[in-house]
């Protein structure tokens, strides 16, 4: 067992067993053994490898269609641009070159802030952007941030935060949760807190025994803190995250590490948990605060964006490798066998705002 998992078992013999959301909170954010916390997971050699890291192209293209979300809201100024869990930082990076060379009296005008809860990361994020013109701000909280209009950006920020899971039983939906089976080991098992019926998914009413339904309050708080920002201060924002559209009956919790899957109980600490996300019950969060939602798939985003004719303005400089390159990352971050279908990009604005290259979903 890792000493995460040491401590997480003490802990159930000594109170009880655990929530899913809080056995999730554990693994990935407790402060001396979480995930998060103790490693950089990006990359090829860590555990997954985000859309940022895949090509240069994804964080052209975020900036591109920001730089053109600034135009439609009419230019503000002070203005903030700010991404909320950084990664190693290669996506803001990589939208502060492409701000650069769109508009460099932008960059001079927009104050840079990134939102960060790991301080490992944040070395990290500070060595990857020492090299440009920026001086960014960071940030444990969305509510530090400059008062003022934000652009905003999480790219695979949601599906990281805790979800809670319930069971159908004979006597109803049970929460699951995390505890120790006959041999001192992590099982998952059915407690005894009910669920309100109006908060299932239409369908769970004719789930059968052992189905899982999951919800996602703290989701739903990240999405509000931002919403109520740009409700009262103007901008907008950008969610690029794997998921579905209309909630539903499903156990999508799942545990990579070493850019395999594996049992969500083996190793805690040690491999990044995450979950579907929910993209309706955020567009719901931010339609409360009188925002309207846009939504479609990163496939249909990039390929508007200009995908395409990036890629072919960088395979003109590149040798046949490199090209070979370019083309594998378009197909990966694009193509519905990719990440094209499963991953959405959820936007968030103002009403009556026209965003590029995005519809509105309500």
């Known amino acids: 067992m890792t000493p995460l998992g040491a401590r997480i078992a003490r802990q159930i013999q000594a109170t009880g067993?655990?929530?899913v959301s809080d056995y999730m909170a554990m693994c990935l954010f407790d402060p001396a053994d979480g995930y998060y916390t103790t490693r950089e997971p990006f990359g090829e050699?860590?555990?997954?490898?985000?859309?940022p890291e895949i090509s240069q192209m994804f964080g052209e293209l975020i900036a591109i269609w920001l730089y053109?979300?600034?135009?439609?809201?009419g230019r503000p100024?002070?203005?903030?641009?700010?991404?909320?869990?950084p990664g190693r930082g290669t996506l803001m990076k990589d939208m502060l070159r492409t701000f650069e060379r769109l508009d460099p009296s932008f960059t001079g005008a927009i104050?840079?802030?990134?939102?960060?809860?790991?301080?490992?990361?944040?070395?990290?994020?500070?060595?990857?952007?020492?090299q440009t013109k920026a001086t960014p701000s960071?940030?444990?909280?969305?509510?530090?941030?400059p008062d003022a209009p934000l652009l905003i950006v999480g790219n695979e920020l949601f599906d990281a935060i805790p979800i809670r899971q319930f069971v159908r039983t004979e006597s109803g939906w049970r929460e699951r949760m995390v505890a120790l089976d006959s041999q001192g080991q992590l099982a998952f098992f059915s407690g005894a807190g009910s669920l309100d019926p109006s908060l299932l998914p239409a369908d769970a009413c004719n789930a059968a025994s052992g189905a899982i339904v999951e919800l996602a309050p703290a989701r739903t708080a990240m999405m509000t803190a931002i919403a109520v920002h740009i409700a009262a201060k103007g901008g907008a924002a950008l969610f690029p995250d794997y998921g579905y559209t209309a909630p539903g009956v499903?156990?999508?919790?799942?545990?990579?590490?070493r850019h395999r899957y594996e049992n969500v109980l083996a190793n805690p600490g040690e491999a990044d948990l995450t979950a579907h996300v929910d993209f309706a019950a955020l567009a719901a969060a931010a339609n409360n605060q009188k925002l309207s939602t846009h939504l479609t798939t990163q496939g249909e985003f990039l390929l508007a964006m200009g995908l395409l004719e990036r890629a072919g303005s960088l395979g003109a400089h590149a040798d046949e490798t490199g090209r070979d390159e370019i083309r594998a990352a378009v197909e990966?971050?694009?193509a519905p066998q990719g990440m094209g279908e499963l991953f959405k990009i959820l936007a968030v604005s103002p009403p009556g705002v026209s965003l590029p290259h995005i519809r509105s979903v309500n």
């Open 332 to 334: 990966r971050l694009a």
């Open 17 to 19: 067993p655990i929530s």
């Open 111 to 130: 104050t840079v802030a990134l939102i960060e809860t790991s301080p490992q990361l944040t070395e990290v994020q500070k060595a990857t952007l020492s």
């Open 45 to 51: 050699h860590g555990d997954f490898t985000t859309a």
């Open 77 to 85: 100024t002070p203005l903030t641009v700010a991404e909320i869990g």
């Open 138 to 145: 960071w940030h444990t909280t969305i509510e530090t941030l």
């Open 250 to 257: 499903a156990d999508t919790l799942q545990a990579v590490r």
């Open 68 to 73: 053109q979300t600034w135009d439609a809201l």
